[in-house]
């Protein structure tokens, strides 16, 4: 998340993520699943732009930039009322803290939706980070992190500013240092899923895989390692509701890739590289096959 002061307005660009590491360990009474998961936010960013408004409403709008893709491919699955993450997370910051300012918000997209790339999470937590900010709130990382609990499982990830481990139902975040710089070629296909789909589509494994060998080989910055470890076990589920996620899996098995797998819920798919050029490399392979919106991406923080 980066964060920029202009004379009238408070500008954040807010990065989607991949999960490198996705296991399900159980059924929750309470209607989720226990997860551990290893999220790395990428160079893959929307924009928010928060100003205050004295008068007291809270004043949304959301536009896309540069979504060349067509109508399907999530770049027009985003409510722009408020129905949305960032009105409903401002609308929270005020009645926690009490507060009686209005703001006018502009998001601006880039990262596609219903792709499990975290863009809605991401831009409620930029709006989190922006209300303290603007409003001058003084709540910490840690205190809006419980707020963001509250908002959806991934938004405390995405205050993190890095690589972490995520556990509970997503919202228990651990983050990561001594991770380097990592390279992804990543396709958002045609057709998005539902998060709430794909969980009632899978079942947790009988015997779990720990999160520990690969984040290992992640930190001894052994990449041929951490790329055969790549998992994600809500993979079968999407690829039973979505004829796409096998398709994406069988295109990245043709490329020279350390590793491939689904992100999140999917229906993105992404594959790990060597570096940049090997990124750029496979994207253009990609697009030439007409599977989706492609990107050649990097770990940020």
């Not at 980066?2 to 996705?22: C, D, H, M």
């Not at 992404?270 to 991406?297: D, E, I, Y």
């Amino acid at each position: 998340m980066e964060i920029r002061r202009s004379a009238t307005e408070l500008v954040i660009q807010t990065p989607a993520k991949l999960n490198l590491f996705f296991e399900v360990l159980a059924k929750r009474t309470d209607g989720f699943h226990e997860i551990e998961s290893l999220m790395c936010p990428i160079d893959l960013y929307d924009t928010l732009y928060f100003r205050d408004e004295p008068g007291g409403k809270v004043q949304f709008r959301c536009r896309w930039m540069g979504a060349t893709g067509p109508v399907g491919c999530g770049f027009d699955q985003v409510p722009d009322g408020p129905d949305n993450l960032v009105v409903r997370a401002v609308e929270l910051a005020r009645r926690k803290a009490g507060v009686q300012r209005g703001a006018h918000v502009l998001l601006v997209k880039r990262i596609p939706a219903a792709a499990g790339l975290g863009g809605g999470s991401s831009d409620a937590a930029a709006a989190l980070v922006a209300a303290n900010e603007v409003w001058q709130l003084g709540r910490s990382r840690d205190q809006l992190a419980q707020w963001a609990a509250e908002l959806g499982s991934d938004v405390p990830f995405f205050l993190a500013d890095g690589p972490a481990v995520c556990r509970g139902r997503g919202e228990q975040v651990m983050p990561l240092i001594g991770i380097g710089g990592l390279h992804f070629v990543l396709v958002r296909p045609p057709e998005g899923l539902g998060t709430a789909a794909v969980y009632r589509a899978c079942r947790a494994t009988a015997q779990p895989r720990s999160v520990e060998p690969f984040w290992e080989a992640l930190k001894l910055g052994d990449l041929n390692k951490a790329g055969q470890r790549l998992r994600n076990a809500l993979q079968p589920a999407a690829a039973k509701l979505s004829p796409w996620v096998k398709r994406l899996e069988q295109e990245f098995a043709r490329l020279d890739l350390l590793g491939h797998a689904m992100s999140g819920s999917g229906t993105s798919y992404f594959g790990l590289c060597r570096h940049a050029r090997h990124a750029r490399r496979s994207a253009r392979r990609l697009r030439a096959s007409g599977v989706g919106t492609v990107f050649a991406v990097r770990s940020c923080r």
